[in-house]
């Protein structure tokens, strides 16, 4: 149902997205405070200089991935992660110790942990109320929350899945992923056993955009992963070694490869290219890939229907378009009905 330009907008809406997350997450963009009296959002570093060991770490590390991916060099972006982690570490003992500020870590300091591994703490593994949102809030409110959430669960995993699908080539002659449906199913299985252990939720996440860069295609990529998550349990001071600014750059790279995606949306007719358009940017600037598809597909609807083009449109794209209507308008139709 989803026209071909929309599925090439949210590619690229979502290399847009995991860009801006890995920006903003190592410190090269920063968002302005309320007391510096600017209605600029956020600036370049620090008042637009790189005043850290943190911000020269992403940088190292974003001109080795850019390298080695360039070079089409095998593993690259893993070699760069790797490379650019032992790089922190050097920094870190040399400069971080005298003057802690210098480096400026955003999420973990990268150093040499005193223990390797321990126990999990299992402890909220199963500790969730099934029926308890219905008896705190009330049914009908917790319907609309059951709406919320599912709604944008789906589309947050149909998005990720059509642009790595597209990303990796895996896509149709239409842009349609092949056994969508069965991956669906399971992504939203995974959904229900995070919510059962307490954990974050198990559904396909933009971060596999990484692992497409340096050739995942069958599914094995992701069987390691999670085999490696378990293993992480009981390794957490190891992998908390690694800074955000030596993984960071792999999402600015594959990013800029998804990016490719945008020479096939005709930006000539604007009734195509300004639901494209906001599907793109609004992905990041709302940080949400949902809201990005949402906002797109009112948008194209809207623009079909003013254009007297409506027939052209899917009867589920119509649906879709009045659901996330009910989604964006949520909480004023719940203040309505008390």
């Known amino acids: 149902a989803i026209p071909a330009s929309l599925k090439s907008a949210i590619t690229v809406g979502i290399g847009l997205f995991i ?28 008042g637009g200089s790189i005043v ?30 790797v490379t650019t982690t032992v790089f922190a570490v050097i920094v870190q003992a040399i400069a971080g110790d005298d003057n802690p500020e210098s480096t400026g870590w955003h ?11 321990g126990m999990p703490d299992l402890g909220l593994l199963g500790e969730f109320d099934l029926f308890g949102a219905f008896t705190r809030i009330g049914f009908l409110s917790a319907c609309l929350l059951i709406f919320t959430l599912v709604l944008s669960n789906f589309f947050d995993a149909m998005g990720t899945m059509t642009g790595l699908g597209k990303q ?19 992504e939203g ?6 919510g059962g252990a307490s954990a974050s939720s198990n559904t396909v996440f933009v971060d596999s955009a990484a692992g497409i860069g340096d050739g995942a295609r069958t599914g094995l990529a992701n069987v390691v992963t999670g085999v490696i998550f378990l293993a992480a349990m009981f390794l957490t001071p190891l992998y908390e070694v690694v800074p955000i600014e030596a993984a960071a750059p792999v999402l600015v790279i594959v990013g800029a490869m998804m990016m490719a995606q945008i020479k096939d949306i005709d930006f000539g007719n604007l009734a195509v290219g300004l639901p494209a358009f906001l599907t ?15 906002i797109g597909f009112v948008a194209f609807v809207i623009l079909q229907l003013g254009t007297g083009n409506w027939r052209k449109i899917h009867p589920l794209m119509y649906l879709v378009a009045i659901l996330f209507a009910v989604y964006f308008g949520i909480d004023p139709i719940k203040d309505a009905i008390g």
Request: hydrophobic content about 50%.
């Open 189 to 194: 299985a995974g959904a229900v056993v995070g």
């Open 52 to 81: 850290s060991w943190s911000g020269v770490v992403f940088v190292v590390g974003l001109v080795t991935c850019g390298i080695l991916a360039a070079r089409k060099v095998r593993g690259g972006l893993f070699i760069g992660i």
């Open 107 to 117: 999420m973990a300091t990268p150093d040499i942990p005193d223990s390797f591994g």
């Open 168 to 186: 990796a080539g895996l896509a149709n002659e239409k842009g349609v992923l092949p056994n969508m449906r069965t991956a669906l199913i399971v």
């Open 280 to 294: 793109i940017v609004m992905m990041p600037f709302s940080y949400s890939i949902a809201n990005g598809i949402g």
């Open 19 to 46: 860009a801006f997350v890995g920006v903003v997450d190592s410190g090269f963009v920063t968002r302005n405070t309320d007391d510096m009296n600017t209605t600029v959002p956020v600036s370049f570093g620090v």
